[in-house]
């Protein structure tokens, strides 16, 4: 059975960082690519990044763009996603998700989510 | 691409029948086009994908639809469960990947 577990969300001020980790169980972790995906409060869905399973080559959304940073440590099946210059509109659930396959990217296992507060 | 989903609530009974709507501002070429249900409290869960293929263990009460710009999902025979919020993803022109607002399906 395929697991996503997120972790490392919090509380953070306007202008910190705060480093999210996912650990997918279940699949080859190393064979896929991965992503996260936000939802502010009572909003709908909003993609941020994705990175591929084995080259690393990543994709940002341009609202995080040069703030965020995605990477994974494929020996760990650990995904991650570092936030700097955090701002309040970063406020959301925060949802790994497991992508299908590079080039057909959407997503076919979520894990449960990390909340980031972002105060201002 | 822009997705926009109609209408954004909706209200129906046991046993209807209902179709949402996912419009993009441009044609999706190649139909990469998915839907998921998220249920109050929970993650998304995928049940179409390509448009029209149901997801692994989604019942054939879900159909997906659509090519271009307009796309919709018909769920028939509705069941309590059914009760979520739906969203439309594309994931095949740029911006890489974009959700529709979502509809919200009450039963």
């Known amino acids: 059975e395929v697991q996503l577990l997120e972790s490392g969300g919090g509380l953070v001020q306007a202008g910190g960082s705060l480093r999210l980790s996912c650990v997918g169980t279940?699949?080859?972790?190393?064979?896929?690519?991965m992503s996260w995906v936000r939802q502010a409060p009572g909003t709908g869905l909003e993609w941020v990044s994705a990175?591929?399973?084995?080259?690393?080559?990543?994709y940002y959304a341009d609202s995080v763009k040069g703030r965020f940073t995605i990477s994974r440590d494929n020996s760990k099946d650990t995904l991650y996603l570092e936030m700097d210059n955090l701002r309040a509109e970063d406020t959301a659930l925060y949802y790994c998700?497991?992508?299908?396959?590079?080039?057909?990217?959407?997503?076919?296992?979520w894990g449960q989510g990390s909340l980031v507060t972002v105060s201002s | 691409i822009v997705l926009t989903q109609s209408p954004a609530t909706l209200s129906s009974s046991l046993g209807e029948r209902v179709t949402l709507f996912c419009g993009a501002g441009?044609?999706?070429?190649?139909?990469?086009l998915a839907w998921y249900q998220q249920k109050r409290g929970l993650a998304p869960k995928l049940i179409i994908y390509?448009?029209?293929t149901r997801a692994a263990g989604v019942p054939d009460r879900f159909t997906g639809s659509g090519s271009g710009t307009d796309f919709t999902l018909t769920i028939s025979r509705l069941e309590a469960e059914d009760s979520a919020v739906y969203f439309c993803?594309?994931?095949?022109?740029?911006?890489?990947?974009?959700f529709g607002q979502g509809t919200r399906l009450e039963i």
């Open positions: 998700a497991k992508v299908v396959a590079v080039g057909l990217l959407y997503f076919d296992h």
């Open positions: 279940g699949f080859t972790f190393s064979h896929f690519a």
């Open positions: 990175i591929s399973g084995s080259t690393g080559t990543t």
């Open positions: 441009r044609t999706l070429s190649t139909n990469y």
């Open positions: 390509d448009a029209s």
């Open positions: 993803q594309q994931y095949g022109s740029s911006p890489l990947i974009t």
